[in-house]
């Protein structure tokens, strides 16, 4: 559905975005992150149509924004990080305002209930909008983008102001939005896009440095290949078994607790997921498998490797890995 490739952006000898690409496909919705400076927001507004490229490519729905840029915009719904509001006109004036310019040709009334159904705004559909919250107007901003139901919407920063509850609200939204619409949402809060995004594209000095799942991408920076069990079974009976599955390399029992109960550190071969022997085992020797975990890094440990200045390669694809213990 949106497809960027080796996408490039000069102001003068400024490299702002350099041989950027990534592919978002239908009812996905990917994150888009970078630090301050990274080349996101030039990124997003060559995606909108807002700026012009240097060099590559940006397709939406297989139309490119730079050759045929109408046709393109159809496509997309755009909520910026200061929603383009009229707050003189009421909710009801303003959506009726962007539905006709954006030529929608959806039955006008009907296509924006629905809108202000989805994004829960009908109780202040008359009311001025300079009288509504800002959580309001976030509201009414995502209304606008949806007018015309693009297949595809890009939103920068869509929850920044907002208290928590407002924030969750906005969140279960976007993934409900996502069953329907390719999103690219672009957030400084690293929760936000671990709670929604299917995928993650991270950016930093204007290059790609990372473009697959969280959960891969944690695995591939971990750096290792560990689990650690918590297994109520007679011990050496447990590490025999352990050491017999296919891909395990190294097993310890780190620690005895009450009874049978141990933990075990478990090493596995690069690239090797061990998780369903582990459990199959542990069903075939009437063992209780008390506990598992990896060490696998939050989106915040893998967004400070990635931007720190270190060098990490081969992170656009899908991988597996865990804990050393």
Partial sequence: MIEVVNLSKHYGDKKAVDNVSFKAGDGEVLGFLGPNGAGKSTTMNILTGYISSSGGKALIDGVDILENPVKAKQKIGYLPEIPPLYVDMTVKEYLYFI??????????????????????????????????????????????????????????????????????????????????????????????????????????????????????????????????????????????????????DKVVCDSERSGNICDYRIEAKEGTDIRYDIFNAMVENRWYLLGMKSSEMSLEDIFLKLTMGESIPALNDNVSGEEDI
């Fill in 99 to 248: 539905y006709d310019l954006k030529k929608c040709k959806l039955p006008k009334i009907s296509h924006l209930q629905d809108i202000c159904s989805l994004v829960k705004i009908e109780n202040v559909y008359n009311r001025l909008i300079k009288n509504l919250s800002k959580g309001y107007r976030q509201r009414v901003g995502l209304a606008q983008a949806l007018v015309g139901n693009p297949k595809v919407l890009i939103l920068d920063e869509p929850t920044v102001g907002l208290d928590p509850k407002q924030i969750i609200e906005i969140r279960t939204l976007i993934k409900k939005l996502g069953k329907n619409h390719t999103v690219i949402l672009s957030s400084h809060i690293l929760s936000e896009v671990q709670a929604v995004c299917d995928k993650i594209v991270v950016i930093n000095e204007g290059k790609v440095v990372a473009n697959d799942t969280e959960e891969n991408l944690s695995m591939k920076l971990a750096g290792d290949h560990r689990l650690v069990c918590r297994i109520d079974g007679r011990k050496e009976d447990v590490l025999r078994a352990l050491k017999k599955i296919d891909g395990v």
